[in-house]
């Protein structure tokens, strides 16, 4: 299926001993920021790609899989789903698939399982596509060392511009009825007398109109999401990347995974292992570059930075590295209400709403879908909090591996935060929470996160505008700069930080 792609694309991949200006390691937010302005801005440059390029139909004529009837496509390198609810009415719904480098990363750690992106595009390939600029007197909590004048003033307006976020159309949302399912998320929190406040999105609202009407082909409205969506998202391939690929100055080698990064003379010697779709290592590469931008996600950039320091291919690294790593609080929740309450048969998987209780109790609620296709009459909800714990990452030379010591007690504040939300919902509407979406009898999903944050914090491992103290030229400039909770879905804040970073970068170092 992916073999003719994957050799179509050889051609383009990044030589053994090639140099290159600058080389960008990851193709999520961050990285495709740098990349589409460093090219406008006359660099050429190279990204690599641990995922694919999600570029081909499979056998079923489709590039993405459905969330309901996940494959070989759905996810990186297992043999068995990973689903977040991983059961329903008390039977377990993981299922085996062949082992493939599917799209979404279920990354297993110490207390957390931690869902990411693999693919050109990232991140925007597998997450709701909530597009929250943070409330502006949150956000001196959120990155403390920056500006929020600039970042209001400029950054976030260019990032929600280039991101294409637009707004559900309020009286559309109050009679389809793929968005039952938030009405009565509405109703239950203003009954309890929680703000509801409908969010920004990437997903092409005009589109979900024509999907909801008939009149196009389905993709939330059937419930793609988690495993890709097939036509109305605006993930990175259709807006960054996209425009950074127009300029003739950027490439991507997707199935290439980056294992060191050390100094030489002025310039950077990177090894790189190119993946076929199974995982196996085809070939390994040794590449120069003037500049290196790491962009491979909270987790993917703050493991290298931290096998890199401690293996003393980058020792000059500070002790920095590998810190402040949190889960924006992430932690999920099921409610059972009552029969004249159905949430509806048809729930399009894209969320558009949520509960704020950020300033009295700590949590934002995402009011999310369970978009099984039956009547569940069920709630469901991620909520994100003000969880204040924080994990370090640190190499584990006897296992040849980097670890994360979160606890999965430390979701406890989460849990607290979360339930003075759904408590009072429960008490006013006379309802349970579900204790059959997580495995066993669990309430609280709390086993995860979204969004990963953190482990190469802004102006603490990195200056100010993700310069790595000990090296010149090398960068970091994703999710790993921000100290572990947004307050809402983090990728805005990612994508202007990133705006502000790169304009900075670009006239002082360039």
Excluded at 89 to 111: C, M, N
Excluded at 230 to 242: D, E, M
Excluded at 280 to 289: D, F, L, N, P, Q
Aim: charged content about 15%; glycine content about 12%; hydrophobic content about 40%.
């Amino acid at each position: 299926m992916a073999t003719a792609a994957l050799a179509g694309r050889a051609a383009a991949a990044i030589g053994d001993g090639a140099h290159v200006p600058v080389l960008v390691i990851g193709t999520g937010y961050g990285g495709s920021v740098a990349a589409l302005r460093l090219a406008q801005a006359g660099v050429d440059v190279h990204m690599v790609e641990m995922g694919m390029a999600w570029d081909t139909p499979g056998t079923d004529g489709k590039i993405f899989a459905n969330t309901k009837t996940p494959d070989y496509r759905s996810y990186w390198l297992r043999t068995r789903t990973k689903q977040p609810i991983s059961s329903f009415l008390g039977f377990p719904i993981d299922k085996d698939v062949p082992r493939y480098t599917g799209i979404l990363d279920a990354e297993e750690f110490s207390g957390i399982i931690v869902y990411q992106g693999r693919g050109v595009g990232g991140g925007s390939l597998v997450n709701g596509g909530m597009a929250v600029t943070p409330k502006r007197e949150n956000f001196g909590a959120i990155l403390p060392s920056v500006s929020a004048d600039e970042m209001y003033g400029t950054y976030y307006p260019r990032a929600n511009s280039e991101l294409g976020v637009n707004n559900v159309d309020p009286a559309w949302w109050e009679t389809v009825d793929c968005y039952q399912y938030s009405r009565v998320g509405r109703k239950h929190a203003q009954r309890s007398g929680f703000a509801f406040t409908l969010v920004p999105n990437a997903y092409d609202m005009n589109y979900m109109k024509q999907e909801a009407a008939g009149s196009a082909p389905q993709s939330a409205v059937a419930g793609e999401l988690l495993y890709g969506n097939n036509y109305g998202k605006k993930s990175l391939p259709k807006t960054y990347l996209a425009k950074a690929k127009a300029t003739g100055r950027v490439q991507i080698s997707p199935l290439h995974r980056v294992t060191s990064v050390t100094p030489a003379g002025t310039r950077y010697t990177v090894v790189i292992e190119q993946l076929t779709s199974d995982g196996t290592v085809s070939a390994t590469k040794t590449v120069t570059a003037d500049r290196v931008f790491f962009a491979a996600g909270s987790v993917g950039t703050s493991k290298l930075l931290t096998k890199l320091k401690a293996t003393g291919a980058l020792s000059n690294l500070n002790g920095e590295v590998g810190k402040g790593w949190g889960d924006n609080g992430n932690v999920m929740v099921g409610r059972a209400n009552h029969m004249w309450d159905p949430t509806g048969a048809v729930q399009t998987s894209i969320p558009t709403a949520g509960i704020d209780n950020w300033a009295a109790g700590g949590a934002f609620a995402e009011v999310a879908p369970l978009p099984t296709g039956i009547e569940t009459y069920a709630s469901f909800y991620l909520s994100i909090t003000k969880n204040p714990n924080r994990a370090q990452f640190s190499w584990n030379a006897a296992a040849n591996r980097v670890d994360l010591n979160w606890q999965t007690a430390w979701k406890q504040p989460a849990i607290n935060m979360a339930k003075t939300i759904f408590d009072k919902i429960n008490s006013t509407e006379g309802t349970i929470y579900r204790t059959d979406l997580f495995g066993g009898t669990k309430t609280w999903g709390d086993h995860l996160t979204y969004h990963p944050l953190g482990g190469a914090v802004l102006n603490k491992a990195t200056d100010n505008y993700g310069r790595l103290h000990g090296y010149a030229g090398l960068y970091v400039i994703d999710g790993a700069l921000v100290p572990g909770n947004t307050s809402v879905n983090p990728f805005v804040t990612i994508t202007a930080l990133a705006e502000r970073n790169i304009e900075k970068i670009i006239a002082t170092d360039f």
